[in-house]
């Protein structure tokens, strides 16, 4: 097997930035999607090979992956697209990376994660803005307390969102309200908002089950998990999302940096915060997802479902230019 990087998805909004973000990174790419004619317009800007095929066409994506050490899917919603290429990498040893936040990706690769080992490959979903500087947070926070027994989490979304981002919300609504209970996964639609401060004074934030449920108990085993999310702007859109620009400006990217507030509790009842500040999440998770392909690609992996932090450890989130750590 080569050190090929399938990028699936790569001519969406942010799939372009990934597939721009690892070619400057030196990797040897594949740009992957539906669509021929967008593929071979990326491809001769990016001079890279081009695979068009639709992820339920399984014999094609088998094919596809056939030359490849890894996938990474950028094509939202993830709910459509993950399983099949999550058992094309099955079926062919080759690693699944993606960026997305929905949380029934995260569950469906924990599912995985024994079948994953056997077949030597690793399911790493969440290589992007989340849950990269959410999970290296959450871990770099609980090792601040002693005997952890509650995290909470909460993203600012500032700005607008891409219209894949957008469809993929949808997905994470869909879910319904889930907190992590004594370890377990539980519904609780009464779920109440709370208050976090991003460094501008405490704001309401709203209960929403984002896959760091999943990946930051995988990374702490902290047994009480909930999330929370603030958001301004015309983020989260609803109504005819199809008529949506693809995503944000370069300038409103600049204009709207992302931040992740994270609070552990211990038994003995001791409080430990922390905020992680980066780029505009449509800036970070190009970098990230590059980053983390270049790492995979260089041997850095363990088979079975992984979440950033326990491949690449917490400092994995901070090593992405203009982020910064600060204890609250």
Known sequence: M???????????????????????????????????????????????????????????????????????????????????????????????????????VYALAEALSDAATKAGAMLLPGVGWDVVPSDALAVRTVAQVGDPQRLRIALQVAGSMSRGSAISAGEIVAVGLLVRQDGKIVAKPDAASAEFNFGEGYVECFPLSFGDLVTAWRSTSVPNIEMFVHVTGAAFPQGDLSSLPDG????????????VVV??????????????????????????????????????????????????????????????????
């Open 248 to 259: 944000p400006s370069a300038q409103e990217r600049d204009e709207n940096r992302a931040r």
């Open 263 to 328: 609070e552990v509790l211990g038994a003995d009842g001791s409080l430990a915060s922390a905020m992680i500040e980066t780029v505009n999440g449509y800036s970070y998770t190009p970098l990230a997802a590059a980053q983390a392909a270049l790492r995979v690609l260089g041997g850095e992996y363990r088979a079975g479902f992984q979440t950033p932090a326990t491949v690449f450890g917490p400092d994995f989130a901070a090593s992405i230019p203009g982020t910064r750590i600060i204890d609250l």
């Open 2 to 104: 080569s050190g090929r990087l399938l990028i699936y998805g790569a001519t969406g909004y942010t799939g372009q930035m990934v597939a721009q973000a690892a070619k400057d990174a030196g990797l040897d790419i594949v740009l992957a999607g539906r669509g021929a004619g967008k593929l071979a317009k990326l491809a001769l800007k990016l001079d890279a090979p081009s695979r068009a095929f639709a992820v339920d066409d399984a014999p094609a994506l088998h094919e596809a992956l056939g030359d490849c050490a890894a996938v990474l899917n950028c094509a939202g919603p993830f709910a459509a697209t993950a399983r099949p290429i999550i058992e094309a990498c099955l079926a062919t040893g080759a690693h699944y990376l993606d960026i997305t936040a929905e949380f029934n």
